[in-house]
């Protein structure tokens, strides 16, 4: 590591540091939550910026989902394409922990920065690779996005309706869950080279994790047709309903929350019915059931319903993410903070995805502005300011 780790103030990952070298969201945000952890996480990007800088955004001076998926990290800009540039990067890799990226399998031996490349500088590097399909197969240098693996793994034809079209996930769910997988590798590489005292090749793609967010789904057992149903819905009992203002989801699977429901509604009579007494049951006669659902739940709002079902049955009133800010359950959990940003001013956002009882990490820093911290970052690791003028003069810094 390349500070003592001071798990009383500074996280569990205090004094591990991170080159994120990636784009976009899965392995920044990855990185993100590594530095949410006490890491400290150095984004480098190329003279053009990282691509999500340029997505469209009402934020005006910097784009809201750059600064949502990197915060807590230091930011240096490093032209790969300039052999000064990569001689820097190597020089960063020899004091670094880890090594995230997602170029295409093809590209870092290219550059000069694969695995076993970094691995023969610094032995104890832990290399993480993120990528559209992993490193080998058909498919390894096809540029991968999270919709395009949602449509390719089946995710896309069980979110929609029954002799419907297929439906996209708003939210990027393969990219954010790709992210937790580089976390938990990483952390978990870090943890074996304790004991090993060695580094390794942690692989993250988005195929891997399209699959595992499905694992539910994804069992096929001798004897069963292709087409076996895999759609794990409850039948339209659990799910969302019209109100007499607005829209409440409602679980109500077990035995319990079915007869809260009904009791809390006003419909006990369809709690006491043998015909609906399990979970396939009221499947099989939704179109019973939900009609007269619909209509008790007219009878108020869905956040007056929410208030009245309380603890007994399962529910949310449907809400904008901007309610998020002030909601009070996250404000006692403290997930949302204020981060000042040299460019955006004071912003709000999300905090800290875990919470530790013993090392919990300080408030992290917002995103780094383009560059933020070049010269502090070079001077770091020993380098002298004749030198970065240097790199500069010769456009290794962009």
Known sequence: MTAPATQSAGGPLAGVRVLDLSAYIAGPYGCALLADQGADVIKVEPPSGDNLRKYPSTLE????????????????????????????????????????????????ARLGIAYEQLADISPRLIYCAVT????????????????????MT?????????EGPPEILYGSV????ASSMVAAGVASA??????????QFVGVSLLRSALALQSARLVWAEGEPRDVG???????????HPTGEGYLYISANTPHFWQALCAKTGLPEL???????????????????????????????????????????????????EDMFDFPQVQA????STFTHPVVGSYRGFAQAIKFGRSQPDTPRAAPAFGEHSEAVLAEAGMSAERVAALRDRGALG
């Not at 089946?154 to 979110?159: E, K």
């Not at 959990?333 to 949302?336: N, P, S, T």
């Open 154 to 162: 089946g995710m896309c034809a069980l979110q929609g309706k029954a």
């Open 333 to 336: 959990e403290q997930m949302v």
């Open 132 to 151: 559209g399909y992993g490193e080998t197969g058909p498919l390894k240098d096809k540029a991968g996005y999270d919709q395009v693996l949602q449509t």
């Open 174 to 177: 393969v990219d954010y869950y």
């Open 271 to 321: 709690a006491a019915s043998e015909r609906y007494d399990s979970v396939r049951k009221r499947a099989e006669h939704r179109d019973e059931i939900v009609p007269r659902l619909h209509e008790a739940l007219r009878a108020r709002t869905a956040l007056e319903w929410e208030a009245w079902f309380g603890e007994e049955v399962p529910c949310a009133a449907a809400r904008g993410v």
């Open 230 to 240: 895999r759609d794990m819905r409850s039948g339209g009992i659990t799910g969302i």
């Open 61 to 108: 001076a910097e784009s809201r989902a750059f600064l949502g998926v990197n915060r807590g990290k230091r930011g240096l800009v490093l032209d790969l394409k300039n052999p000064d540039a990569l001689a820097v990067l190597r020089d960063l890799a020899r004091q670094a922990d880890v090594l995230v990226h997602n170029f295409r399998p093809s590209v870092p």
């Open 190 to 199: 870090l943890y074996e080279r304790e004991r090993s005292g060695r580094g």
